[in-house]
């Protein structure tokens, strides 16, 4: 099994930064993909930007240039740095760890908060 704990939402003005953390726990092996999504009241989970075990990341287009992931293999952790946040960003931002061919664990979700 597979814990994750996010940290690091809040409430930001827009044009403001924030940066989330996830700790992964359990037994976790070397080669894994770690990653964030988000949702909002009434849409479907979705992809913000991931990393794997050997640093590729990718992006979802909306936040290219504004937000940065990084991890840690180490600890086990991923970071999300979001800068230029807009009020479209808001919404429960879920940690995620996967293995190939497997399904995701996820975090409990940290609410990121924008106001105009």
């Known amino acids: 099994q597979v814990q994750l704990v996010e940290s690091g939402g809040g409430l930001v003005q827009a044009g403001g930064s924030l940066r989330l953390s996830c700790v992964a726990s359990?037994?976790?092996?070397?080669?894994?993909?770690m990653g964030w999504y988000r949702q909002t009241p009434g849409k479907q989970r979705e992809l913000v930007a991931d990393?794997?075990?050997?640093?590729?990341?990718n992006y979802v287009d909306s936040v290219k240039g504004r937000f940065t992931i990084s991890r840690d293999n180490a600890k086990n952790t991923v970071y999300l740095q979001m800068n230029r946040l807009k009020p479209e960003d808001t919404a429960v931002y879920y940690c995620t760890l996967r293995y190939v061919g497997q399904n995701a664990y996820w975090g409990q979700g940290t609410q990121v908060t924008v106001s105009s």
């Open positions: 359990g037994n976790i092996f070397r080669i894994n993909t």
């Open positions: 990393i794997s075990s050997s640093g590729f990341a």
